[in-house]
Every structure is written in C-alpha cells, then in structure tokens.
C-alpha cells in the first residue's frame, strides 16, 4: 500500500482539545462527506447519503400515516414572489442567491434560488383553494436549498446548500392548524431518538427568534460536547400571514371568505452534523446502527497457509447473519487487519467480527463493539440473536450517554452572574420577563441567545424574577451560545 493510503485514516485533533479541528478530520478522513468545488457545498458520500435517506424514508412514512403528501415544486422563485410577504422576504433577503441570465441573455426578472418555499408553493395554494372542501392541504417536499448569507460556513451544520423536508400546511381553522403541531414535532422526535440517537429540547422560540413571518417557532434543540447548542428540526405556526399575503381564500360553511391558517415544519442535513459531533470519538465517527450503511463488518485474519478456510469460514459467518443485518466480508488482500480495524472504526461500523485460525477451529468469533470497544467471543449458532442484542445495546447506550451529558450541562441559575458563567458549558436556564430588550442584552453581554423555550419547564415560571431586570418572569428560558 502507498504510503498516503497508511495516513488516510488517521486523526490528529482530539475531541476534548480541538472539537472543530477533530469534527473537521472526522467528517472528511472517515469519507462521510467531502468538499466540493463550490465553498460551502457538500459532496454527500455513501455513508452520509445512507444515514440521510433513511432518515428521510421513515419521516417520511410518518408523515404519509399523518395524512401528508408529496409533492414537488420549482427549484427557482420569481422576485416578485418573494416580495410578497414583507417579513419573510426581509429575513431571507441577505442570504438569496439569484439567476439572473440565461446563457448570455439577461432575464427579465430575476429568479431566487430555493431559501425556502413559501413563495413559489402558495401561489399555487391560492389557485387551489376555493372553498372549505379544498381544505386541508397537507403537502411535503424533500428538496435542497441555498442560503448563501455566512462567510465561514461548518460542513453540515451550517452549509450554503443543504437537504430537508419542507411540510407546508393549510387549514380552515386556526385549532386544527395548532393541533398538527404536537403531530409533526412528535415524529421529528421520534426520528432523533429512535435513529439518530439524539436527545434535544423541544420547546417555542423567543419572537426574537422565530421564522421569519411565522406567529411562533417551535424548535427541538440539541446540546453539543462543547456546551453550545446546535437547533434542530422546527415547526412554525404561521397564523393567517401567508395567506393574507398570498390570498390563500376561501368561502367556509356559513358562506363566508376567510384565510387559511398555515404551518410550515422541517427537518435537515443538519443533524447529520450534530449526530457526528456528540457520538463521535478520538477514533473518528460512531454511527447509530440504524443509520449505518454497513452495520457489520467482517475481518477475516489470516496467513498465505490458511487464507483459503479462513474466508471460506468468513462467507460461512455472513451467511449466519443472513439478511437481517448490513454486513461487509472485508476480504481485501493488500491490507493488514490492523490497518482495516482503524479503517472501520473511523468508518464508525457499529460492529466488528474479527474470524481467524482459533475463531475457526471453535466455530465462534470475536464481535467488538464501536461505541465501548468491548470484545466479546460468541459461537456461530448464537451469533445473529447476539448481534441483534449488541446493535440495540449501541443504540441505547449512543442515546444514554448524549441524554446524560444534556442533563448534566443544563444549568438552573440563579443570577445574572452565575449565567454568564456557564455560558457556553451548556444550557443556562433561567426565568425570563418576555422583554426583547431584556433578550437583547443578555446576548449583547454574554454572547448566548435565546435557544428556545422548554415545554416542560414552563409552569416553573411562576412567581419567578427575570434573571436580567428582575422583573416579574413569563417564561423559563434555555439560552446558549449556538451554531
């Protein structure tokens, strides 16, 4: 092997040290993602294409057991339509990419590139919707965007084009629009625990800062190793300020014109970002066995006198695991198992089975678990319920340990100066008078935002003094340095 191909796996950033530093090495040696030509678009690789798409299909099937639909819209929006709803084009202005010629012709109105939908699907919507009959509609679009905005974008986190769903909602009352809400942040939340294993804190945004044009934001929140926050998968209840925009009308039961009321929800490549940055280690990336595109892989280890049995005997190990598995039988020739044992686990395969000579001859293996190291031998006729038990052994102990990390870094405080000190170790909750200007200074000041806030603390408010002025407290707020 070349000398280049010995380094190619190789991490030099510790987490604990330099987490940009070891994200950046973990994300791009382990061939998860790539750099592309253009700064700050991805090339999604096999691995991170795999754990996306899984993603997306069982959202997916989620929301079709929801009643949502697919559909699919244009890739590029007129001008005029995005100057129709004042705040939504205000916030999305700074960050629009446009076309602006066809070949050499100039066009006659510029077209933005995809930020987000709203524009081009409910124009769409208000030739559609006529009468109460037509309501609701319930669509989705899987789809990339761009948002050009940021001048040092971080690969997944914060790219200038990146993958999501988009759920644009309308409805003829205002309840059933809200009652979707605990529907779509249910699966979303579903998603992040069952698959990625990922924690987060699901509560409504500060006006501050909600989606440009919504009436509120809703968000689940995750917390990072180095105690900054990362937002994840949204849902915006966007009252009747679409529609009133857009004239998504229609006449209801008593013969009368009225909205619709809309919601908008997402979730996007961006979690393939924080799934990396918490369960990730000095080794490299440590997949959710869900997401992994191989969840087993098989290394057999042997020498020019037994080559031939001994793969024959790693043939005979895949096929114990049958086709309830993902697995790979590494049979590669021009590599030591010691350099494919640090290929893999950069790789982040949830197992690895190594088979040789001893492993042979009592027909059993060696199964070595990514997220312990853990090795442990198990006879071949036990070896698939085994692999089973160990897969969701991964997968609890993945979720577990980021769920205690939240826990223990989220900071109930009790002042002003014991917020600034645990800002940017993790959460700092506090009580908060619901004043803009009270948010305003504390980011000013500390340099946290407003991260978004818990459903589950809120009752606590109650009786409570905002942790700026000292004002009687609204509400129980996360505020964290973010992403």
Avoid at 251 to 278: C, F, H, P, W
Avoid at 452 to 459: F, L, V, Y
Wanted: charged letters at 30%; one cysteine or more; a neutral charge.
């Amino acid at each position: 092997m070349e000398e280049g191909e010995e380094k190619k796996f190789k991490l030099t950033a510790k987490k604990a040290d330099n987490l940009t530093d070891w994200y950046t090495q973990v994300i791009i040696n382990s061939e998860f993602v790539d750099y592309s030509a253009v700064s700050g678009m991805l090339v999604y690789r096999p691995d991170a294409y795999f754990a996306w798409d899984t993603i997306k299909e069982v959202t997916d099937l989620m929301f079709k057991a929801a009643g949502v639909q697919d559909v699919y819209f244009p890739l590029l929006i007129p001008e005029r339509f995005l100057e129709m709803e004042k705040e939504h084009v205000k916030g999305f202005s700074p960050e629009v990419a446009w076309v602006t010629h066809a070949g050499k012709t100039e066009l006659s109105e510029r077209l933005a590139v995809r930020p987000t939908s709203e524009a081009i699907m409910y124009d769409s919507f208000a030739k559609w919707v006529r009468s109460w009959r037509d309501l609701p509609i319930k669509f989705n679009i899987w789809a990339s965007v761009v948002r050009w905005e940021f001048k040092h974008p971080t690969p997944l986190l914060r790219s200038r084009e990146f993958l999501w769903n988009e759920g644009h909602s309308a409805f003829a009352t205002s309840e059933e629009a809200e009652a979707e809400r605990d529907v779509i942040l249910g699966i979303y939340q579903k998603v992040l625990r069952d698959y990625l294993a990922l924690p987060g804190v699901r509560g409504r945004k500060t006006d501050t800062e909600k989606f440009a044009g919504a009436v509120a934001t809703y968000s689940i929140e995750h917390l990072m190793p180095d105690g900054w926050n990362i937002q994840g998968p949204d849902h915006h209840s966007d009252g009747q300020n679409f529609a009133k925009a857009y004239g998504i009308q229609f006449i209801d039961k008593d013969g009368k014109r009225k909205y619709a009321y809309q919601n908008t929800y997402a979730i996007s490549t961006r979690e393939l970002g924080a799934m990396v940055m918490m369960h990730g280690d000095d080794k490299g990336l440590v997949l959710p066995p869900k997401l992994a595109r191989i969840q087993v892989v098989v290394v057999p280890i042997y020498t020019n006198l037994n080559k031939a049995e001994i793969l024959d005997y790693a043939e005979k190990v895949r096929a114990a695991l049958g086709s309830d598995f993902r697995v790979y039988v590494d049979a590669r020739d021009e590599y030591s198992p010691g350099w494919k044992f640090n290929e893999w686990e950069i790789k982040g395969v949830p197992v690895r089975i190594e088979a040789g000579k001893r492993e042979l001859e009592a027909q059993s293996v060696v199964i070595v678990r990514r997220d312990t190291g853990a090795k442990e031998p198990v006879q071949l006729s036990q070896l698939k319920p085994e692999i089973a038990k160990t897969l969701e052994a991964i997968h609890e102990n993945l979720y577990n340990r980021a769920n205690e990390f939240m826990k223990a870094h989220t900071f109930k405080v009790k002042d002003y100066d014991e917020l600034k000190s645990k800002v940017g170790k993790g959460f700092a909750q506090a009580p908060w008078c619901g004043s803009a200007e009270c948010e305003g200074k504390i980011k000013d000041e500390t340099g946290a935002k407003a991260t978004n806030m818990p459903d589950e603390e809120q009752a606590a408010a109650k009786g409570k003094k905002c942790i700026r002025c000292g004002n009687d407290a609204q509400f129980i707020v996360n505020f964290a340095k973010s992403y």
